[in-house]
């Protein structure tokens, strides 16, 4: 065999013939490791005959489309991600720190798709029994949920293809290996041909595989970018130390929308879905308060209510400090110019606090009027109701911008028992066409917020 090593670039799948400290492609540092090109005995020219050729092509119309059939679980917030289900010869890629959950989630998840068929868990990490006691605990017994310990693509692809199983579980990508390369688990080459191998399988033979991948220490998927790629999905399974709810958040996908979140949570008998997710990143909240607003934000097509809280306080030592937890830094030294630009508000000396409990980040702009309605209140210290929450995007005239899912935004706060909401006027001929149980107060632009401020106290 020739031996044609060169190096990949595990950052941006960049090559270089020698090794190298600091990619230029991407510009990061320690990425690269060494591939084997040439593939050995195990490669077999593959040429096909004109008339196998012609098999391949199809008339677009002569296509069939199946009615989209998707295996479902009794988890629906995990459905839901999934885009209303695990489609079949699907390939969905599991990302998330170690001892974050993926084993047990998917485990779990498992067990809900046995009753559609033979459910393959192939672990590379854990043995047979690790994951029955695992189960056990999770209250799994089920006679065509099957285990295997391998690490060698080839005799997975053997076994699948006799067997024929619905859906399998790969945990993890990272300890796969395909014979005909040289280069040992977990490197790129690797990564890649196994990553090739399963979606081979998948689209050849209409199985459905989870792949579990762990991540680096700044959140990427250990191995090539490219994996992301060739799969038809990938979430992240996301949580912060010490909490004890789980993110599961949608990155990609090809059968359903992309950014959408569910909440879970890890108990002690496994993970579960917290349907509710609005009510639990609210609970602890007083009547009135002053320095902190709700907002409605989407989140692929969900809404979640999320709480703004925020602190000014004099600058005692040097530069002003702007500390944001949650939300866009940039976003809020704009928020905090328009506050002083077009209300009158003295923030050049102050060390402004800004902070989401609960750990979720907001990326929506229509929460951009909460945040400044939470920065007036504490300036001005004027309470505010908990039960009025505010939805709008601001610009830089201080006009308070049309938002989009007005609706369903609307639904949520009236779902959990809001009583009024800001909102701008230009979204008012929309909502006026249904009814709400919400007061709606419409507004144009910061002067007018000012004076309903100073009217209703
Ligand atoms: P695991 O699924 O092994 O994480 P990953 O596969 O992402 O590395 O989860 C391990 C953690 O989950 C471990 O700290 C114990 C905890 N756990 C529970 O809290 N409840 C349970 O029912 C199970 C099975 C695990
Ligand atoms: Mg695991």
Not at 52 to 60: A, D, G, I, R, T
Not at 397 to 425: M, T
């Amino acid at each position: 065999m020739s031996k044609n090593g060169f190096y990949i670039c595990n950052e941006c799948g960049f090559k270089s013939i020698k090794w190298v400290g600091k990619c230029s492609n991407c510009g990061e540092w320690g990425t690269f490791d060494e591939e084997i090109s040439s593939t050995s005995k195990n490669a077999v020219k593959n040429n096909l005959s004109m008339v196998e050729l012609s098999n391949k092509v199809v008339s677009f119309s002569d296509i069939q489309l199946e009615k989209d059939f998707r295996y479902k679980t009794t988890i629906s917030e995990f459905d839901r991600i999934l885009g209303g289900g695990l489609v079949k010869g699907q390939v969905v890629l599991i990302t998330g720190n170690p001892g974050i959950g993926k084993s047990t989630l998917l485990l779990q998840t498992a067990k809900e798709y046995t009753k559609y068929g033979d459910v393959l868990y192939i672990s590379g990490e854990e043995s047979p029994a690790q994951i029955k006691s695992r189960g056990e605990r999770l209250g799994i017994n089920s006679s065509n949920l099957y285990l295997m310990s391998e690490t060698d693509i080839q005799n997975i692809y053997e076994y699948v293809t006799i067997k024929k199983p619905k859906v399998v579980i790969v945990d993890s990508i990272q300890t796969l290996y395909n014979s005909a390369f040289d280069s040992i688990p977990g490197t790129p080459t690797q990564i890649r041909e196994c990553t090739l191998k399963i979606v081979e399988m998948a689209k050849k033979q209409d199985v459905s595989f989870f792949i579990v991948g762990h991540i680096t220490k700044d959140g990427k998927v250990a191995g090539p970018k490219l994996l992301e790629h060739m799969v038809d999905a990938v979430f992240q399974f996301e949580g912060e130390e010490g909490l004890f709810y789980r993110i599961l958040r949608s990155q990609k996908n090809r059968y359903g929308s992309t950014n959408e979140l569910a909440v879970f949570s890890m108990e002690e008998d496994g993970i579960k879905e917290i349907i509710n997710s609005s009510e639990f990143f609210l609970c602890e909240r007083e009547e009135k308060n002053i320095g902190s607003m709700v907002v409605p934000v989407l989140e692929g097509t969900k809404v979640f209510l999320l709480e703004i809280q925020t602190l000014i306080t004099d600058v005692t030592i040097g530069i002003p400090k702007r500390i944001v937890q949650g939300f866009d830094r940039n976003r809020v030294q704009i928020l905090i110019s328009i506050a002083e630009k077009r209300m009158g508000m003295q923030l050049g000396m102050k060390d402004v606090f800004i902070n989401v409990p609960g750990g979720l980040s907001i990326n929506d702009p229509a929460a951009d009027l909460g945040v400044l309605i939470s920065i007036v209140s504490i300036y001005k210290n004027v309470e505010i109701s908990q039960k009025i929450a505010a939805i709008g995007e601001l610009g830089l005239r201080g006009e308070i911008r049309k938002v989009f899912f007005i609706d369903r935004r609307l639904r949520e706060l009236e779902k959990l028992g809001f009583k009024g909401v800001y909102i701008p006027e230009a979204n008012r001929k929309e909502v006026e066409k249904n009814s709400y149980k919400l007061k709606l107060i419409f507004l144009k632009n910061l002067d007018e917020f000012l004076e309903r401020v100073s009217k209703d106290g």
